[in-house]
């Protein structure tokens, strides 16, 4: 498939793929638990010629396993991978937008974009610290908003809106505008160490 690109995102519970003929959009479909399924019917039987996917940060087994179906499909063919941070599909021109997600354990993650540029490297802070690492200017969403939306509308009543839900025609949107947010050899963004149970 020259010239066509597969873009996938499992970094949320609202997991889709969307597949691109040059800059035309093919298809878009909402991912399944048979999720491998609906990628390969979308391909329908097709090597497309890059596959973009989220890194997150998010759900460590999507991730993962996303990032681990790109790369067999890249095996034996001459396909392009890519990873692109997830919340980048929440960036929006001539906007500063903060990204905040629920790292758990009492803290945030956030992104900050300034247009479809990062502001800085993806981060955690606490609950307390977080309204003093927004810039004032920022508006403020989040893929996890039913964990984390009735905090953020306290701390930001004015800047915070739950944003929809991440698709992955909103990363290819980011990447087209700033192929710089394009990482080769992507690894999934981890914000904590792995936790050992004995």
Not at 68 to 73: E, H, N, P, Y
Not at 142 to 167: C, H, N, Q, T, V
Request: contains cysteine.
């Amino acid at each position: 498939m020259p010239n066509a690109t597969l873009v996938l995102d499992r970094s949320t519970s609202s997991q889709t793929a969307a597949l691109y003929d040059g800059e035309a959009l093919v298809a878009e479909v909402a991912l399944s638990s048979t999720w491998c399924i609906d990628v390969i019917n979308l391909l329908g039987g097709g090597v497309p010629e890059r596959i973009v996917v989220g890194i997150g940060p998010g759900s460590f087994a999507g991730i993962r396993s996303t990032l681990a179906f790109a790369q067999g499909c890249t095996l034996g063919a001459n396909v392009e991978l890519r990873g692109i941070v997830s919340p980048a599909a929440f960036a929006r021109e001539g906007e500063t937008v903060a990204v905040i997600g629920d790292a758990r354990r009492g803290k945030f993650w956030v992104a900050l974009f300034d247009a479809f540029k990062p502001a800085r490297e993806i981060f955690q802070v606490a609950e307390p610290d977080l309204p003093a690492a927004i810039p004032a200017e920022a508006s403020v969403v989040s893929p996890d908003a039913s964990r984390i939306g009735a905090a953020l509308a306290s701390l930001f009543p004015s800047r915070y809106a739950a944003a929809p839900e991440l698709k992955a025609s909103d990363l290819h949107r980011a990447f087209t505008a700033n192929p710089g947010l394009l990482v080769p050899e992507p690894l999934p963004v981890y914000l904590n160490p792995a936790v050992r149970f004995d």
